[in-house]
């Protein structure tokens, strides 16, 4: 911090000039505010029934006096100015008094928006139980931990299951709309059909079919199919099969059989903010 050194023999030459000097080194000291961060009560501010007390906020780089009063939901930055007599008899604007309000106007902030800081020296009784130690650098590492496993969702390609109807989905997160109906298979570079990843295949249903040697579909006395599954014991003779039987299925040949399992329907979603 830039000092003056007042007590020096021979008078001090105080002027106007060194008068500047001592404010600005006063408004270096808004620069703390920002450890607590923007729109902040640094002190005081209090709630009292309807009303908040006198305090300490932090707006846009400037820390500034709260003059409480009626609690309302937005403040306002206000200046008040007085005038003094100089030596030759004019009066000029000289003290500029700003602080913070309840009130509206240009520029009004809403009174929601601030938040209570506090020293920092409390941030590792703030995490105690949460980290292995009560140290600042703890808490660091914990965050670069977190970061790290959660980074396939801020990277894009990590979904996860939704279990809830859309219209619940949360903020920062939405449906991978390319996945409905569809249900994932592990990649697999020696086989064709899964050596590409985002590559779709499969049906919900498949058509019953049997080899055309040998086997045949029965009819009855009128000529239709009669849903037996005739197989040959040997050579044909004359068009005709020496046996039949029964299908193990219930499905004839050349019906669809739907061959899903049981199943649960969900959403996938992704982080997309």
Partial sequence: MN?????????????????AKLQTAFSIFNALGNIVGELTIISGCEVAGDNVG?????INGEVLEFRGGLAQTKVIIKE??????????????????????????????????????FPTKNIPAAFAGKVDNTTLDAVILRIDELEKKNAVFQTDG??????????????????????RGRMPIGWNPDDANLDTVGETGGAKTAVVSIPVSGYGVGADSGGNPSGQLLVSSGAAENGEFLESVKKASSAPV????????????????????
């Fill in 3 to 19: 000092q003056i050194n007042f007590n020096q023999v021979g008078g001090f030459p105080l002027s106007t000039n060194i008068l």
């Fill in 54 to 58: 006198n305090g300490v906020v932090y």
């Fill in 80 to 117: 008040d100015t007085e005038n003094l007599t100089f030596q030759n008899g004019n009066s000029y604007p000289s003290i500029k008094t700003r602080y913070v309000t309840f009130g509206t106007g240009v520029g009004a902030i809403n009174w929601v928006d601030f938040k209570r800081g």
């Fill in 158 to 179: 990590g979904m996860i299951l939704w279990n809830k109807p859309a219209n619940l989905i949360p903020d920062g997160w939405a449906e991978v709309v390319n996945w």
């Fill in 254 to 273: 050349g019906a669809t059989v739907n061959h899903m399992n049981p199943y649960r329907v969900v959403l996938f979603i992704e982080y997309i903010e």
